[in-house]
Structures are given as C-alpha cells and as structure tokens.
C-alpha cells in the first residue's frame, strides 16, 4: 500500500513537471508569433505611409506641371511674356503650391538679339543685367559666343533669386540636354540631379522645362519644333525642400528611412535625398535594408522611392507579444496550482463520494433547466421565424416547401397549407428558374454553405414579384435542409427602372435639342457637345469637334477677349444669360450666337465645368443691322 502511494506521487510529480513544460512551450511560442506579427503590422504601416507620400508627391508633380503650362498659356494670351505679368501671375502659384524653389522665364535668344536684349533690360532699369555663365572654378564670367542663348529674364520669388539674372543655362551641358529635349519632344522634361545655388548655399535639385512655341503656331515636326520655339517655362525645385514641404518627413532619427534615387539611365547623381543623419552616418547605411520600393515619373525621368529600416532596433511597442507571454506564464502557474490542488485531493477520493452523488443530482437540475431553456430558445425562434418582415421558406434538399412564415405567405399572396409541399421553383418566374442553377449544386455538394441572388417570382394571381434570395444550407442535423430569406425588392425595381428612362430622356433632349448645348472645362476643353452644336459649326461629328478644338477662347471667338470677359462675369455671378458674341465655324465662316451658361461646382464649391446653350442669332442680327440702316439713311437720297 505505502508502495503503491510512492508510485502514485511519483507519477503525480511527473504530470505536474510536463504541465509546466508545456505551458511555457505554448507561451514562448505564441509571443514569438505575436512579436512577428506585430513587427509585419509596423512594416505595413510604414508601407502605407510611404504609398501616401508618393501619391502626395505624385500630386505635387502634377500641379507643378500645370503651372509651367499655365505659364505659357500667359504667352499665349498676350503674345509676350513682360517681368510684371510674370511676376503678377506667379505669385499667386508660389504661395499655394509648397516645395517651389523658383519659377523662371527663359527667352531663346539668337547670337544677333544677345546684345540689344541687354540693352532693352538695361532701360528697364537693371543696369547689370548681362548674359554670364559658370567658370571652371564656380565663378560667374560673361557668357561665350554661342547660335543661341537661353538666359534666365524673369525669377520669381524675385528677391532670393535675383542673383540667377542672365544665366546661360544653356552654357551648363546638362540644363542644355534637357531643354533641347524638352524642345524636340514638345512636352514636359526635368534634367538630372544638380547643384542649386540659394542665399542658404549650395542644394541639390533639378530643373524640370516646358517648351514654348510661337503664338497660334502647333508645331508638329522636329524641325517645326525648333524653328517655333521662343522659350521655356521652368520650375527650379530643390529635393530637400520637396520633402520638407511636400512630404513632411521628420529631420531626427527613425527605424524606418525614406530615400529618392534617380533610375533613369545615364544620371550622374543618383541619390537624391535622404535624412542628414543618415547620410552621414556610413555604417548605418551600409547595414540597412530595403523593405519598399516604387517609381515615380516626372518629365521623363524615372525617381525610386525607396523604405529602408535599420538593423539596430524597431520604433513599435511590443504589447501584444509580452502581454500574450505574461498571460501564459500566469495560466500555466495557475494550471500548475489547479492540477496540484486536484491530484492532492485524489488520495480522498473516498470521502468525496457523497459530495459528487450531491453533484451529479446538481448536474442533472441544471441539465433539465437547460433542456428548459433549449425550449424556450426553440419557442423564441419560431415566433421571430413566424414574425419577421422578411420572407423566410425551409425546404428539403429537393426544394420541396417544409415550412414558410407570414411574411412569406403574404410576399406571394398563398395561404400555409397552399405553400406547403410544394416545389418552390414551381412559383419562380420562368426566365429565373436557371439562374441559380449551378450555385444550388455547389451548395448541394459541399462547395459552400450559402449564397445570395436576385430573382423573380409569381404570386397567386400571376404579378411578377423582384426579390433578393439568401439561401443557407444546415448540415449538422439528422434530416440537413434549406433557409431561404426572401426580400421584396419590386419598390426597388421599379424606382430604378424609372431612373433609368429619366436618364434616356434626358439623353434625348441632348441628342435632338435644336439648341447647340455643350459642356466644357474651364482651361477652354470641350467635354461633351451636341449635334446640334456640332452642325452650327460647320463640324461632321462631336468627335472631330472634341478632338480639333483644344482651346474655345482661340479659336471659336472671333474676338478672344470677349471669351475672357465672359469667362470672367460667368465665374463671379455663377450664370451668364443671353451673352452675344461672333463666332468662327471649321469653315472660318462668321456667325453671330447667343450663348446662356452656368457653372456647375464640385462637393467644395470648385469649378468642374461650364453648360451652355447657344442659339445662332446672326439672321436676327443682318435685320437688326438692316433696320438701323434703314432707320438712319433716307431710301428716297
């Protein structure tokens, strides 16, 4: 007896050992996950966080764009680009776009108009303005003799950057390069990584050029490009300020680093930007690790956006994980003491008989109450299933009616006892009946427990019923069967259907308005426009119209600056009625119309676009010209 006792403590001392093994096994376990796991959150965040600064700067690159353009829109109102209305139409632009170091205008400038164009920014009263460029040594010398100059004539912010007056940024291979390439393809460019010089120093940053050609010219060759060229729009941007500006990024030390590389091929700089720190701190960067990458195009050059983490720790708390190791460490001991407690116990088993025969009449109360409640649960469900709103049916696996609700019996207008039985396909809509044929027979087979389709039924008189089905199967029981939660939809239907013909009608006073009726951006696109419109023109489609008309005040306005006066009272008053100017058909015919506008507003009050309605008027117009002819002129002298 006092053998078999040893042997039992024994064995009792062995559990207890293997319960705390394994618990602390568990809990290691789950607090390495739980530290990967949130160490793959952190990397997620950071990730997103560098997505939003690349959208931001994508952002950033498209306004930057706009303005250059808008620039040379400037030329093409006034025909000439003069230092106050360069000055005036900038200002405006660097004080709502951060992130731009200058903005500059650029003449080409032929070797024989070198010198009367310092002389004419002489009178103007810049008596030191003269054409320099970059010696070997960083100093700034009289340009050499060159076919063609491209001096810096206007700056803005003028006061930081009036010491690049006169710069020959063709005299700088680079910056030459690029506008010749901005030249020959017509279109935005931005050169390569170069030293900016500013009040605050040296900083590195890039020039990105937008052509501009001769007013009403569209050069469309190589040599139309060249021989139309006048000069270029350009922004000077310093990488530096774009990420403290634009992308806001923190100047003190973090485990996670974005850089800028330039990939495009040929560049000679190609790291472009990275937190001071960092630079200088060589074994860090070395041992550092990429985690993200993506491009960035602007003005044909390829920018990698680069996350880098460092080797020498993680800004995330890890919580989780030693919450997780705490809770099982605890568990475990408490398990360990729970376990200790009951195998003590055992040697007493004995004189627990009469407690556990108490228990067990315990356990057989609470198996009757729950017996009770699994009735009430049942007698809850039934009267919801009979009172809910929605449509609800339970069939066999054949589809045959075991069961249906009120909700169900009123959707189609049948009594219980006429549902019951029957095959619930006899009372979909014919067309319908197929058309959950296949994800039935997944169901069926395992494939899932449930899908959801619209369909079509016919209640007792033959009305076509729209629905929303939701049909679950229940495995788990002797005999499995079908819940289908069926929604009436019709209201639905209907209200939609009626949406749709008001759209088809709206289409159609478009389409066959006699009125010409248009829509059009406020930079002068037109986004949509009429046959009517399109015939009072003289054009033999909206599409030849959409893509030939690129600019309305240019080239549909008689006199552009009736367009700017329209444009004008149009985006202070919201509408324009009965504005009267003289248009230019494709055919350079000369038609007076009648236009009445409004402006249509985004969620912000911004302007998206323009409608209008335009009549021709020009017959009204010759007899209005004939009568006053006739009211002043005696017929009879």
Same mark, same amino acid.
């Given at each position: ?134 010696? !070997? ?40 390069? $690029? ?10 460019? $931005? ?12 900083? &590195? ?52 680093? &974005? ?84 195998? $003590? ?165 478009? =389409?066959? !308005? ?8 406020? $930079? ?7 046959? !009517? ?61 009648? =236009? ?42």
């Amino acid at each position: 007896m006092f053998k078999e006792e040893i042997k039992k403590a024994d064995i009792s001392l062995v559990f207890m050992i293997l319960i705390v093994i394994i618990g602390c096994c568990l809990s290691l376990t789950a607090f390495f996950y739980a530290k990967q796991w949130e160490f793959e959150q952190f990397i997620k965040d950071e990730e997103k966080k560098a997505d939003i600064h690349v959208r931001t700067l994508r952002q950033a690159f498209t306004s930057f764009g706009t303005i250059l353009h808008s620039i040379g829109s400037l030329y093409n109102v006034y025909g000439r680009i003069e230092r106050q209305d360069f000055s005036q139409f900038v200002k405006y632009q660097l004080a709502n776009n951060l992130g731009i170091q200058a903005l500059e205008w650029i003449p080409c400038v032929p070797e024989e108009q070198h010198l009367p164009m310092e002389e004419q920014i002489h009178q103007q009263g810049f008596s030191q303005f003269h054409f320099w460029q970059f010696s !070997a040594t960083g100093a700034m010398e009289p340009v050499i003799t060159r076919p063609v100059y491209y001096p810096v004539l206007h700056v803005e912010p003028f006061t930081e950057n009036e010491h690049t007056l006169g710069y020959d940024v063709g005299s700088d291979e680079t910056l030459k390069a $690029t506008l010749e390439k901005a030249r020959d393809q017509g279109q935005l460019t $931005t050169s390569g990584a170069i030293k900016i010089r500013t009040a605050r120093g040296e900083l &590195l940053g890039f020039r990105t050029f937008v052509p501009v050609y001769r007013r009403d010219s569209q050069p469309r060759t190589l040599e139309q490009r060249r021989q139309e060229l006048i000069g270029f729009a350009v922004g000077v941007f310093s990488f530096g300020e774009l990420a403290q500006t634009i992308l806001r990024l923190p100047k003190y030390r973090t485990s996670v680093v &974005l850089q800028i590389q330039d990939s495009t091929p040929g560049s000679l700089i190609t790291e472009l930007y990275a937190p001071l720190w960092f630079i200088r701190d060589e074994k860090t960067r070395s041992t550092s690790k990429e985690i993200w990458s993506t491009q960035v195009e602007f003005g044909t050059r390829e920018w990698k956006i680069i996350l880098t983490i460092l080797p020498d720790g993680f800004e995330f708390q890890m919580w989780y994980a030693w919450g997780i190791l705490g809770v099982g460490i605890l568990f475990t001991l408490g398990l360990w003491r729970y376990m200790y407690i009951i195998l $003590t116990r055992a040697r007493w088993a004995e004189s627990l008989v009469t407690k556990r025969t108490q228990s067990l009449s315990k356990q057989i109360e609470a198996r009757k109450q729950i017996a009770e409640a699994l009735e009430e649960s049942r007698q809850r469900f039934q009267a919801i299933f009979d009172e809910a709103a929605t449509g609800i049916v339970q069939t066999d696996l054949t589809g045959k009616i075991l069961d249906s609700n009120k909700a169900m019996q009123l959707l189609l207008d049948y009594s219980e006892e006429e549902l019951q039985d029957r095959l619930l396909k006899e009372l979909v809509h014919p067309e319908d009946i197929e058309i959950d044929k296949l994800m039935s027979e997944k169901m069926l087979s395992g494939g899932h427990n449930s899908y959801t389709t619209s369909k079509r039924y016919h209640d007792k008189y033959g009305n076509v019923v729209w629905t929303n089905q939701s049909c679950s199967i229940v495995r788990d029981t002797k005999n499995p069967f079908i819940i289908s939660m069926i929604e009436d939809i019709t209201e639905r239907k209907c209200a939609e259907q009626a949406r749709l013909e008001a759209e088809k009608k709206y289409r159609d006073i478009f =389409e066959n !308005a006699i009125e010409g009726i248009f829509q059009c951006t406020p $930079t002068g696109y037109f986004l949509s426009v009429n046959p !009517a419109f399109v015939k009072m023109l003289g054009y033999s489609s909206a599409q030849q119209m959409l893509s030939e008309v690129t600019n309305i005040g240019q080239q549909l306005y008689v006199n552009p600056e009736q367009r700017l006066e329209f444009i004008k009272f149009l985006e202070k008053n919201s509408e324009v009625q009965g504005f009267e100017y003289e248009a230019r058909c494709r055919d350079g015919q000369m038609i007076w119309v009648n =236009e009445t506008a409004r402006v249509v507003r985004d969620e912000q009050g911004g302007i998206r676009y323009y409608e209008s309605i335009v009549e021709n008027v020009t017959e009204r117009k010759l007899i209005e010209k004939k009568l006053r002819y006739d009211a002043t002129h005696d017929p009879l002298t």
